[in-house]
């Protein structure tokens, strides 16, 4: 499964500002549109791992949780990096703090000294490592060190919501998806090929159509050429969630290209074996 995929559209490296690639995980929203304050509870997550610093998304789901995907979670050293500020930097620098050591990653006091929210990541404990289609379970979620008061959280999906959304409706229905994902332009100069751009550094959005859905995945058309949506999710999106009927009802996942104007791969968050270990850490549903 790995050789079709490009891994985890949502994995961006920062490593003191500088924006890299090094894994291909998780993504950045392709077209669509700067997102404001229309998403307040999406957040931008940084943190380390033995091989750097990467960022993520993911949405704040009670005071105190905050959902992403399993591959923003599993490999994290030391602290995670948590805010909800909608524009983080229009260009370099980002504002964020480096660690005192990097090979045991942030420490609660070094962010919340950077002022902003510190939290441990976990990663489902089914979570299979994009090995099995079947059992893909990329959830994870941050629990923060103090609650968060003056943010709505978002709410996950009832259980089966998506199950009614079957083809052909499937291909009629948009889902909204969010996240500090890269931008996929042409440079101001040089080679005039589209390529990811880390800056500006903020929250988007994108409207999607669906196109597979299967019992652990929803598949959507993040094609920025397709009239019927806006883009799709790109790198740094990863864990971000994609919203429909007012609800959570998935994170991204994964992607198929490198150039994020593909097929974007979202984990359901509707079903039984995700909802079934977020309520562990108190998390209401629907």
Not at 55 to 76: I, K, M, N, Q
Not at 156 to 183: C, H, M, R, W
Not at 218 to 243: A, K
Not at 251 to 280: E, F, H, K, M, P
Request: hydrophobic residues 35%.
């Amino acid at each position: 499964m790995r050789s079709r995929l490009v891994r985890i559209i949502g994995l961006v490296a920062l490593v003191l500002g500088l924006s890299s690639t090094a894994l291909t995980p998780a993504s950045a929203i392709t077209g669509g549109q700067p997102d404001g304050n229309l998403h307040p509870n999406v957040g931008l997550l940084l943190f380390y791992t033995p091989d750097g610093r990467f960022r993520c998304s993911g949405t704040l789901v009670s005071p105190t949780v905050v959902l992403t995907a399993a591959h923003c979670t599993v490999d994290t050293v030391g602290k995670t990096l948590v805010t909800f500020q909608s524009v983080i930097a229009e260009q370099p620098p980002s504002p964020f703090p480096v660690a005192a050591n990097p090979a045991t990653g942030y420490t609660q006091a070094e962010i919340e000294a950077a002022g902003y929210l510190s939290g441990t990541a976990y990663a489902h404990p089914q979570y299979s490592n994009f090995t099995d289609l079947d059992n893909w379970n990329d959830v994870g979620v941050v629990v923060l060190d103090r609650p968060v008061t003056n943010i709505t959280p978002a709410t996950i999906a009832p259980e089966g919501y998506l199950d009614a959304f079957a083809q052909p409706l499937l291909n009629k229905t948009i889902f909204t998806s969010v996240g500090y994902g890269t931008e996929v332009r042409k440079p101001e100069s040089g080679p005039q090929k589209p390529q990811p751009m880390t800056y500006p550094l903020l929250r988007r959005y994108a409207e999607e159509p669906g196109q597979k859905l299967t019992d652990q995945i929803l598949q959507v058309n993040g094609n920025i050429n397709d009239t019927r949506g806006t883009g799709g999710t790109c790198f740094g999106d990863s864990g971000g969630p994609t919203f429909h009927g007012g609800y959570v009802v998935a994170v991204t996942s994964y992607g198929y290209t490198d150039n994020c104007r593909y097929l974007g791969g979202l984990q359901r968050v509707d079903i039984a074996v995700v909802q079934d270990w977020l309520r562990t850490f108190g998390v209401t549903i629907g």
